[in-house]
């Protein structure tokens, strides 16, 4: 499957597969921030592990199709060459649109763009869905993204606190108390309107804090397969789910409902704060 880099001027890259229009790779100063499998398959026959893979039209378990939908699996277009933007920014767009396979899963008309934008610090991704058809539509939608770890057991995630969460390894609902999350097991639970931003907190030396924003992105997704499930993955190094954490930015809680001839655009930022306070 053919892959896409661009660079900007202060010192960062973006590879994007076309296999999904994933992000496979975000390197600043020659640090990476995303984690990728070394067993990820890049051939477009499944969904690649690691990155960002883009989920839609449905979030989990599908009756229409695969798990977390289409997008991530199929071919994109890259719909434009790297332009400049505002302040140094560098940016590209990979596009989507319904052909005679999706309209099987799914019988709509749309056109999917994506937009993924360099900026001093900070990879931006905008997913944009249009309705082209005639009729209303429904959908979930999440930005899949696995963060890059340097040890999962070292690394804190803040920004859920007294939020409501379901919990799909010890079923349920719950809020969340803790002012610093810590994974340490088989972690799935989805974070619903989570008011502003999410920062995964590392050693301040290596990795550092990385803040993601949202916009029309309300839940958060936190997935780690740990060690057990990790291992009967195919596409996983068994010991790499101690250097990944997926913090999913998601609208996936209440269906998107998308009338005809209109947009919505879902965005996230992913933003290096090297330097700031750790809590761990
Ligand atoms: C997360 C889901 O978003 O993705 C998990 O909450 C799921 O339940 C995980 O296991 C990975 O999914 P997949 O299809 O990429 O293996």
Redesign the pocket.
């Known amino acids: 499957m053919p892959q896409v880099l661009f660079k900007n001027h202060s010192g960062s890259e973006v590879t994007v597969n076309l296999c999904g229009a994933t992000v496979t790779s975000w390197k600043h100063e020659g640090e990476e921030f995303l984690f990728c499998s070394k067993k990820a398959v890049l051939d477009g026959s499944k ?1 690649i ?1 690691g990155g960002i ?1 883009i ?1 839609f039209p449905n ?2 378990p599908w009756e229409l199709g ?3 939908g289409f997008a ?1 699996i199929k071919e994109w277009k890259q719909a434009s060459d790297p332009r400049d933007g505002e302040n140094g920014a560098v940016s590209m767009d990979f596009s989507l649109e319904d052909d005679d396979q999706t309209r099987q899963m799914w019988d709509k008309k749309f056109r999917l763009v994506y937009t993924v934008t360099l900026m001093q610090n900070t990879l931006e991704t905008a997913l944009t869905v249009h309705n082209t058809g005639g009729e209303e539509f429904d959908f979930t939608t ?1 930005l ?1 993204t696995y963060v890059r770890v340097e040890d999962i057991m070292t690394t804190t995630i803040t920004g859920l606190q007294n939020c409501t969460y379901t919990d ?1 390894v010890h079923v349920g609902e719950h809020v969340e108390e803790r002012e610093a999350v810590v994974i340490d097991e088989n972690y ?3 974070y619903q309107a989570v008011d502003g931003a999410v920062n995964v907190n590392q050693d301040m030396q290596t990795l550092g804090t990385l803040r993601i924003e949202r916009d029309n992105l309300p839940d958060v ?1 936190v ?1 780690n ?1 740990w060690q057990e ?1 990790a291992a009967a ?1 195919s596409d996983l190094v068994p010991m790499e789910y101690l250097e990944m954490v ?1 913090v ?1 930015a ?1 609208a996936v809680t209440s269906r998107v409902v998308l009338p005809p001839a209109q947009q919505r655009t879902f965005s996230q930022k992913l933003i290096i704060c090297r330097g700031q306070q750790v809590i761990l």
């Open positions: 969904a592990r893979p989920v979030f989990g695969p798990q977390h991530r999440l899949h799909k799935d639970r989805i997704v997935w397969p499930k993955m997926c999913e998601g």
